[in-house]
């Protein structure tokens, strides 16, 4: 069954240092997600994407991230300067062109910011 | 209020049991109502996913909306220790509205 992948599964990366979180979202779908889930905290919505602008990002979502679709099967998020408070697993998750078709999810990437 | 309530547990029910978890929310204009599993470090992963009110089944899993109460319910039969997770509920207005997550409700099944 066609699933979300996301690299790396862990990445450590120092307080004001930039990060780049990828996806390969599955491969017929157009919606794009992120989300992030602090430990112990929500599933919370950061942004969506789709036909390669975004669609609506929550108030997380600020001037430092950024979202890109590079070539027809990557999604990236960028963190430009973390903060520790960006330490999260965060999630991608795609779905298809059916309206309101379901999200299906990655299995994240633990961000932590030291 | 917040926008979907959902008991954060956690819920330890024997082997067997029928489980029963539940969440509420404020906002009338959700119409589609999703119950996703999530393992410890692990995506979550959709379960089931129904529209409107009423029920629906699918092996040992059954999701029932109620949209006059705005609540939503998953009920788990036979019971397995396979269950044990954090069990989402999520839901959305539709069409590009995303999708809202509850905060989940631990359950342990007990052998």
């Known amino acids: 069954e066609p699933e979300v992948t996301q690299t790396p599964s862990h990445q450590v990366t120092q307080m004001g240092q930039e990060v780049i979180l990828r996806c390969v979202p599955i491969?017929?779908?157009?919606?794009f997600y992120w989300y992030r889930q602090i430990l112990g905290q929500k599933v919370e919505f950061l942004v969506s994407?789709?036909?390669?602008?975004?669609?609506?990002k929550s108030e997380i979502f600020d001037d430092q991230f950024s979202v890109e679709r590079p070539d027809g099967s990557n999604f990236t998020l960028k963190i430009r300067s973390t903060k520790l408070e960006d330490s999260a697993m965060y999630f991608c998750?795609?779905?298809?062109?059916?309206?309101?078709?379901?999200?299906?999810f990655g299995n994240g990437t633990r961000l932590t910011v030291t | 209020q917040k926008e979907v309530e959902q008991d954060p547990g956690p819920l330890s029910v024997p082997e067997g049991a029928i489980v029963s978890l539940n969440c509420t929310y404020s906002n009338s204009a959700f119409q589609y109502f999703m119950w996703y599993r999530q393992y410890s470090r692990k995506g979550p992963e959709l379960l089931m996913y129904?529209?409107?009110?009423g029920n629906k089944e699918d092996g040992r899993f059954t999701a029932q909306v109620d949209k006059s109460s705005k609540y939503i319910s998953l009920f788990i039969r036979d019971s397995q220790p396979s269950d044990s997770a954090t069990y989402l509920c999520?839901?959305?207005?539709?069409?590009?509205?995303?999708?809202?997550f509850g905060k989940g409700t631990r359950l342990h099944i007990l052998p």
């Open positions: 998750a795609s779905r298809g062109a059916r309206d309101n078709s379901p999200l299906h």
């Open positions: 994407f789709y036909n390669n602008e975004i669609s609506e």
């Open positions: 491969s017929n779908h157009l919606y």
């Open positions: 999520a839901m959305s207005a539709g069409g590009d509205d995303k999708i809202i």
């Open positions: 129904t529209y409107s009110s």
